[in-house]
């Protein structure tokens, strides 16, 4: 029966979600407005068929944004703090290092300067250099502090965090400035003495996890998953409201569907996942990886209209992920590479079978993510319903009896780590959990 199809194409249950979140507003990781997202997914997963629809809290470590300030010459110029960074005024010569790659500090001396770096990386570069990683970086070359340049036009500062709880930071105070100031910051002072100050304040807070299930009740289970919180700056449409929404879509399609279940879906969306992936990380922790078939992460997906999928070597899920897209003529990209940046994650780097679907934008890095402009204008409702339609058919092949995927020997990911030149960078920042 596909009737189904057409019910999703048409349904308002995904829109509709997305919309109650990010009016929200704030939906940083401990907060009141993160906390009310996840009672309305708990809500709108249970009005979508799936069963036993519940909260599961975990303590965290808070961080509340405060005023932060450039100021250079007679200049005071416009930027916000990264999450975790520390409160403080650092000051010392401006070091405008470019893309910020390793070899950049290699080459530079920048003790006691306030090192500046951009968001992307060059397009002929061999891996994507993520945030942290460069911060790392500065740290540890002694910089006084550390600025985070957008590579994106219009007057957009970045956000995003540049540490976890468990592994402090130290006194390095960190902002992100738009494309523009940047430029500025780099044409007149580059070589100058500037000042950096943040305001913030680290604290004890609360988050949770929303979870609920559809299909048989097998020991063995599918995670379907995305994540509630968003960076209090901006409405967290896309990164990752629309994930949200997805699930709570698929949800109520699978529902329409689970006769097709040979296997328990388990829908899990995660808090604090903008704060070094501790909703999923909580959740990994307790789970018997020997009971989860895959996972089927949401972030990023709604984006543009194809979906890529990360799929880890896992060569089942990509031909799975193939099959499905041929079979609707619909364009889905497989990346077999490792993707170490999302909920996925904490399952996939012990070898359990996972994928990370996001979509295709045209731009490099996040595009409008991580600033004020994440706004719902830049999601469309058919890329939603069409790849709603898209995944909840590999949900229902990936739950067949007949699909197998086998797990891997955490070697065999760590090797493809070193392999792909990832390494490195998750050992700087504290993210490489295997023996040496």
């Given at each position: 029966?596909?009737?189904?199809?057409?019910?999703?194409?048409?349904?308002?249950?995904?829109?509709?979600?997305?919309?109650?979140?990010?009016?929200?507003?704030?939906?940083?990781?401990g907060?009141?407005?993160?906390?009310?997202?996840?009672?309305?997914?708990?809500?709108?997963?249970?009005?979508?068929?799936?069963?036993?629809?519940?909260?599961?809290?975990?303590?965290i470590?808070g961080?509340?944004?405060?005023?932060?300030?450039?100021?250079?010459?007679?200049?005071?110029?416009?930027?916000?703090?990264?999450?975790?960074?520390?409160?403080?005024?650092?000051?010392?010569?401006?070091?405008?290092?470019?893309?910020?790659?390793?070899?950049?500090?290699?080459?530079?001396?920048?003790?006691?300067?306030?090192?500046?770096?951009?968001?992307?990386?060059p397009?002929?570069?061999?891996?994507?250099?993520?945030?942290?990683?460069?911060?790392?970086?500065?740290?540890?070359?002694?910089?006084?502090?550390?600025?985070?340049?957008?590579?994106?036009?219009?007057?957009?500062?970045?956000?995003?965090?540049?540490?976890?709880e468990?592994?402090?930071?130290?006194?390095?105070?960190?902002?992100?400035?738009?494309?523009?100031?940047?430029?500025?910051?780099?044409?007149?002072?580059?070589?100058?003495?500037?000042?950096?100050?943040?305001?913030?304040?680290?604290?004890?807070?609360?988050?949770?996890?929303?979870?609920?299930?559809?299909?048989?009740?097998?020991?063995?289970?599918?995670?379907?998953?995305?994540?509630?919180?968003?960076?209090?700056?901006?409405?967290?449409?896309?990164?990752?409201?629309?994930?949200?929404?997805?699930?709570?879509?698929?949800?109520?399609?699978?529902?329409?569907?689970?006769?097709?279940?040979?296997?328990?879906?388990?829908?899990?969306?995660?808090?604090?996942?903008?704060?070094?992936?501790?909703?999923?990380?909580?959740?990994?922790?307790?789970?018997?990886?020997?009971?989860?078939?895959?996972?089927?992460?949401?972030?990023?997906?709604?984006?543009?209209?194809?979906?890529?999928?990360?799929?880890?070597?896992?060569?089942?899920?990509?031909?799975?992920?193939?099959?499905?897209?041929?079979?609707?003529?619909?364009?889905?990209?497989?990346?077999?590479?490792?993707?170490?940046?999302?909920?996925?994650?904490?399952?996939?780097?012990w070898?359990?079978?996972g994928?990370h679907?996001?979509?295709?934008?045209?731009?490099?890095?996040?595009?409008?993510?991580?600033?004020?402009?994440?706004?719902?204008?830049?999601?469309?409702?058919?890329?939603?319903?069409?790849?709603?339609?898209?995944?909840?058919?590999?949900?229902?092949?990936?739950?067949?009896?007949?699909?197998?995927?086998?797990?891997?020997?955490?070697?065999?990911?760590?090797?493809?780590?070193e392999?792909?030149?990832?390494?490195?960078?998750?050992?700087?920042?504290?993210?490489?959990?295997?023996?040496?």
């Open positions: 029966m596909t009737h189904w199809i057409g019910e999703t194409f048409t349904s308002d249950a995904g829109w509709n979600h997305l919309e109650d979140l990010v009016d929200i507003g704030d939906r940083m990781a907060s009141e407005g993160e906390r009310e997202g996840a009672e309305l997914t708990r809500d709108a997963l249970e009005s979508a068929g799936a069963r036993n629809a519940r909260l599961d809290e975990f303590d470590q961080w509340t944004r405060g005023d932060s300030e450039i100021r250079a010459g007679g200049d005071s110029l416009s930027c916000i703090a990264l999450p975790r960074s520390p409160a403080g005024t650092a000051a010392g010569e401006l070091v405008d290092l470019g893309y910020g790659l390793p070899e950049d500090f290699e080459d530079a001396d920048v003790e006691g300067d306030v090192v500046m770096v951009a968001t992307n990386v397009s002929h570069y061999d891996r994507f250099v993520h945030r942290r990683e460069k911060y790392y970086h500065a740290v540890e070359a002694g910089a006084a502090g550390f600025v985070f340049k957008n590579h994106v036009e219009g007057c957009l500062p970045p956000t995003g965090s540049v540490g976890t468990d592994d402090p930071i130290g006194d390095v105070p960190a902002v992100g400035v738009s494309k523009e100031v940047g430029a500025r910051l780099a044409r007149r002072y580059d070589g100058e003495e500037v000042a950096v100050e943040v305001e913030a304040d680290a604290h004890d807070a609360t988050s949770q996890n929303v979870h609920a299930e559809l299909g048989p009740d097998t020991d063995e289970e599918v995670l379907v998953t995305s994540h509630v919180d968003a960076h209090d700056i901006a409405e967290g449409a896309a990164d990752n409201g629309a994930g949200t929404a997805m699930v709570v879509e698929m949800a109520k399609a699978l529902a329409a569907r689970e006769d097709d279940l040979d296997t328990k879906v388990h829908f899990v969306a995660y808090g604090a996942e903008e704060v070094g992936l501790v909703g999923s990380g909580y959740d990994a922790e307790k789970r018997d990886f020997e009971s989860v078939k895959a996972v089927l992460n949401n972030d990023g997906v709604v984006r543009g209209r194809t979906l890529s999928v990360y799929t880890h070597g896992f060569d089942a899920l990509e031909e799975a992920a193939s099959e499905v897209g041929d079979a609707f003529g619909h364009p889905m990209t497989t990346i077999p590479e490792q993707g170490p940046h999302s909920d996925h994650w904490p399952y996939v780097q070898g359990v079978p994928v679907l996001m979509s295709e934008t045209g731009d490099e890095g996040r595009g409008w993510g991580h600033t004020y402009a994440d706004t719902l204008d830049k999601i469309e409702v058919r890329d939603l319903r069409e790849q709603a339609i898209l995944l909840t058919e590999l949900a229902v092949a990936v739950a067949d009896e007949t699909f197998e995927v086998a797990p891997k020997d955490p070697a065999e990911i760590a090797t493809a780590l392999a792909e030149d990832k390494a490195e960078g998750m050992k700087i920042i504290g993210d490489w959990p295997y023996d040496e």
